[in-house]
């Protein structure tokens, strides 16, 4: 039993030293990228989410001009960062936004769960058959739920307005 323990002990400390040692770096130039792009994970960069874009930023396969939600302020800071000439938003991703937060209309909602996977973020929160809600702290306005809802009962809110200032159509009234 005890030469087991000394075994087991010996072998922890190899996997140890071999963890510290042999540890695979990231790229610290894809984590700069990232930390520059607005985590919004809406996809309109043609990629799966932000860290996907800026990989392919440092390898040379998309542009830094791709990001809406980011818009000119992004661009330059990507430009600065790599060492290039900045360039104007890519029509082609879509147009910059002012940012906002996805609502539901909750009296619209019949609950049929269509908006929660297409959510990055899983900033909403409802069961089958029951109302939902948005998380607004956790909603980075991608808009990724407002297609799938087959009721039209989720609208974007400009952040920073109030509930007291909100407002749709009168077709939800």
Request: proline content about 9%; aromatic content about 6%.
């Amino acid at each position: 039993m005890l030469l087991l323990c000394l075994l087991f002990i010996l072998l922890g400390l190899i996997l140890g030293y071999a963890a510290q040692y042999l540890k695979v770096q990231g790229d610290p130039i894809v984590e700069k990228i990232e930390a520059l792009l607005p985590q919004t994970q809406c996809g309109q960069c043609q990629y799966p989410g932000c860290k996907p874009y800026a990989q392919a930023i440092a390898q040379g396969q998309a542009d830094i001009n791709q990001c809406p939600p980011g818009g000119a302020q992004t661009i330059n800071a990507l430009a600065n960062l790599l060492g290039i000439e900045a360039k104007p938003l890519n029509a082609e991703f879509g147009a910059v936004k002012a940012p906002a937060v996805a609502f539901i209309i909750e009296q619209d909602c019949i609950g049929c769960v269509k908006c929660i996977p297409p959510c990055p973020v899983d900033a909403i929160l409802g069961a089958s058959k029951q109302m939902h809600t948005v998380i607004a702290s956790e909603c980075t306005g991608c808009e990724l739920c407002i297609a799938p809802c087959p009721v039209d009962c989720i609208i974007m809110i400009p952040t920073g307005k109030k509930p007291s200032e909100w407002q749709w159509s009168t077709a939800h009234d």
